[in-house]
């Protein structure tokens, strides 16, 4: 079946710790989105990628690090820079032609600070 | 940048009700407007998308409308079901897409 597979489901991170979360596609979607989702708000964009070797910020990029060296992977770091990374974070892809348009999402990783 | 109001943020309606949940938006270059349904410990799912050239769609129970002119478009759940329950969120889409809060809507049996 084809999908949007993250990982881990849950995940704690310690002061002053990166920890990164995986992303992996077999949709063939040539763009990639990372979302973060807080209690009682809206999705905010973290990064993006459109095409393999490339990403670009999106509104809250402070604090998180990306990488798109496969088209099927995306995986974010969330680095010790990021001071408050309590929150539910969505990886989606879209296929090239429809940017940001019919996103398919994965099941989301819920991160905790210790 | 898109700024999008979504309202209510609850609704609670009873079996067999309609449901209507509304949204307005900012940047009047937006030209696509999807709805997305996120059921507990799930990512969302696109249920239905309109583009800005058409003013109403319908896919069985659920329909949404858009006023370009007033800026909203709001989603409407006919016959409701259990199932139903979910968090719903709008996006306005000009460059990127923008989200709206999320409506929780719990269907009473």
């Known amino acids: 079946d084809g999908g949007i597979t993250q990982s881990p489901k849950y995940l704690f991170r310690k002061e002053g710790q990166n920890v990164t979360l995986s992303c992996e596609q077999n949709?063939?979607?040539?763009?990639m989105y990372w979302y973060r989702q807080d209690p009682g708000q809206g999705l905010r964009l973290i990064y993006y990628?459109?095409?393999?070797?490339?990403?670009q910020k999106g509104d809250i990029a402070e604090g998180y690090s990306v990488s798109r060296e496969k088209k099927e992977s995306f995986p974010l770091t969330v680095t010790s820079a990021q001071k408050n990374p309590t929150a539910f974070y969505l990886c989606?892809?879209?296929?090239?032609?429809?940017?940001?348009?019919?996103?398919?999402f994965g099941s989301g990783t819920q991160l905790s600070v210790l | 940048g898109e700024n999008v109001e979504q309202h209510p943020s609850t609704l609670s309606v009873q079996e067999g009700d309609s449901a209507v949940i509304k949204c307005t938006y900012s940047?009047?270059?937006?030209?696509?407007f999807p709805w997305y349904k996120q059921e507990l410990g799930k990512g969302p799912q696109l249920i239905i998308d309109i583009r800005s050239n058409v003013g109403e769609k319908k896919d069985q129970r659920i329909a949404v409308t858009l006023n370009k002119t007033a800026k909203h478009f709001s989603l409407h759940i006919t016959e409701t079901q259990p199932e139903d329950s979910a968090v719903y969120f709008c996006?306005?889409?000009?460059?990127?897409?923008?989200f709206g809060a999320g409506t929780t809507v719990t269907v009473r049996a």
């Open positions: 990628s459109q095409i393999v070797n490339d990403f």
């Open positions: 949709l063939n979607h040539d763009a």
């Open positions: 989606a892809s879209s296929s090239a032609g429809n940017t940001n348009e019919k996103l398919f």
């Open positions: 940047d009047s270059a937006s030209n696509y």
């Open positions: 996006a306005a889409n000009d460059y990127k897409l923008s």
